[in-house]
Nanobody
């Protein structure tokens, strides 16, 4: 059974840090790419970071470059999103997702989704 479960979302003040975790069940042969996406109220879901599970190559959206880091621990089927220097505009529901096409942040290329974890950054 394919399942992704996010955790680690919380409330934090501007400038703080958080680490999100995503446990990936049953995706070893189904998804080469794991991405983190976020969706703020009244906004479209957008890609944040992505990792190629085989090569370890990563990609980031412009708003988070230099602040967020995606990493993985394949032995534990875990993918992490380390978020530093958080801003109020980072407030959103964060989702991890699995796909087998590319790290291009196109939503329809990611076929497996978690339920999300809420991150709230206060000023």
């Amino acid at each position: 059974q394919v399942r992704l479960v996010e955790s680690g979302g919380d409330s934090v003040q501007t400038g703080g840090s958080q680490r999100l975790s995503c446990v990936v069940f049953g995706l070893s042969k189904l998804a080469n790419y794991i991405g983190w996406f976020r969706q703020a109220p009244d906004k479209d879901r957008a890609g944040v970071a992505c990792i190629n599970r085989r090569s370890g190559v990563t990609s980031y959206s412009d708003p988070v470059k230099g602040r967020f880091t995606i990493s993985q621990d394949n032995s534990k089927d875990m993918v992490y999103l380390q978020m530093n220097s958080l801003k109020p505009e980072d407030t959103a529901m964060y989702y991890c997702a699995g796909g087998w096409i590319s790290c291009d942040f196109i939503l329809t290329n990611f076929h497996f989704w978690g339920q999300g974890t809420q991150v709230t950054v206060s000023s």
